[in-house]
């Protein structure tokens, strides 16, 4: 996966997951169950999918940070990940609602965390250090938001600085490679892109994803 790639799926994890972070807080009574159920899985599952991203990229220690930070906001670090996992394989690979239980609080509901998740061999059981699954899912995303800044600014601050020809032969590349892609469709584009809109367009996106970072 080059930098552009890996970039790109970052900003798309963390752009789903705002938009479901802001869906959950728009959940008032009466909510329906499946916007309920879509709204926190969106969020949990794409925040996996960063955390599992990242991990991939930058290797053990950055999942070392993200458990230091765990803790640095008072919780276990080793535990909350081991929760997370689960409780997101229970939902994906194991069809299960996780969403069953909640409450309104200040107008808005609540989902209660599953007061246990267990792993796949169901040997070992894990529990939730806060009673609402939104505060789970919350706690562990700013441990990676907090951990992330140090691993992705070198990669963003490379990729902002890439040649600009460079940049436009590389979008040559994709698109003429891509046969998804009508044959009309590839000529305009090749066309009409030029250098600078592509440089425009990727500190657009850099400063999008520093902003989503925060």
């Known amino acids: 996966m080059d930098i552009e790639d890996f970039l790109n799926g970052v900003f798309n994890h963390l752009e789903h997951m705002a938009s479901a972070r802001m869906g959950i807080d728009a959940l008032q009574p009466p909510a329906d169950s499946v916007n309920i159920q879509r709204q926190h899985i969106s969020y949990l599952t794409n925040a996996w999918s960063l955390f599992e991203l990242l991990k991939e990229k930058y290797g053990s220690s950055f999942e070392d940070e ?46 209660v965390a ?36 140090f691993y992705l600014e070198p990669d963003i601050s490379s990729f902002c600085a890439a040649d600009r ?4 032969e590389g979008h040559r590349d994709r698109v003429s490679a ?37």
Do not use: C
């Open 66 to 111: 993200v458990k230091r930070n765990l803790a640095a906001l008072g919780h276990d670090g080793d535990n909350i990940l081991r929760y997370v996992g689960e409780l997101r394989n229970s939902v994906m690979h194991r069809g299960m609602d996780q969403t069953g239980s909640g409450v309104v609080i200040a107008g808005v509901v609540r989902v």
């Open 114 to 149: 599953p007061a246990e998740v267990n792993d796949r061999s169901r040997k070992k059981s894990f529990r939730p250090h806060t009673s609402l699954l939104v505060d789970v899912i919350d706690h562990f995303v700013k441990a990676i938001k907090n951990s992330s800044s």
């Open 165 to 168: 020809d460079e940049l436009l």
């Open 178 to 214: 891509d046969p998804s892609i009508p044959e009309w469709v590839k000529e305009a584009s090749i066309k009409t892109t030029t250098a600078e809109m592509l440089s425009e367009a990727v500190s657009f996106r850099a400063k999008r994803l520093r902003a989503y970072l925060q």
